[in-house]
């Protein structure tokens, strides 16, 4: 038996061949959309998906303005970030941040879903999030998929 054939081969940074993905949010359900949008940012879709590795694709995400919350979460979920001050906690509903930067929301829970180390942080950096249907990475040619796809 031939043991050479055998050797699980471990993706790295020259191996890894990245795409460029183009999601439209539009009627979407941010947390159903979050988690997608991780898996493909991480690589698990890959058959040579290495866990220690920046495997995963670029993703551009549009009209991020458009996005769905089931139920009450739309008044209900809170957001909260610290000034960094005494006294300087900050509270926010999703209506509010939509209002104000309809970016946020997204990355917020893309981030969330992401490793909390420095590959995280590295995965982060390849995902774009546009408020309205133009973006300016046309260049790079992304393929748009429809989410409904993924498992």
Not at 23 to 43: C, F, P, Q, T, W
Not at 80 to 102: C, D, F, M
Not at 114 to 125: A, E, I, Q, T, V
């Amino acid at each position: 038996m031939n043991t050479l054939s055998y050797k699980t081969i471990s993706a790295n940074k020259e191996t890894v061949t990245k795409e460029w993905v183009l999601i439209n949010a539009e009627d979407e359900v941010l947390g159903r959309l979050a988690s997608k949008v991780a898996m493909i940012l991480r690589g698990k879709l890959k058959p040579s998906f290495t866990p220690h590795v920046d495997c995963g694709d670029n993703v551009v995400i549009i009209n991020a303005e458009k996005i769905k919350l089931t139920g009450k979460k739309l008044t209900d979920k809170v957001y909260i970030r610290h000034t960094g001050y005494p006294g300087g906690q900050r509270k926010s509903t999703p209506q509010e941040v939509l209002a104000k930067n309809p970016r946020a929301i997204i990355e917020s829970a893309v981030k969330g879903m992401l490793p909390k180390n420095r590959l995280g942080s590295d995965l982060f950096r390849n995902l774009y999030v546009y408020a309205g249907p133009a973006h300016p990475h046309e260049a790079q040619q992304p393929k748009e998929i429809n989410l409904n796809t993924i498992k």
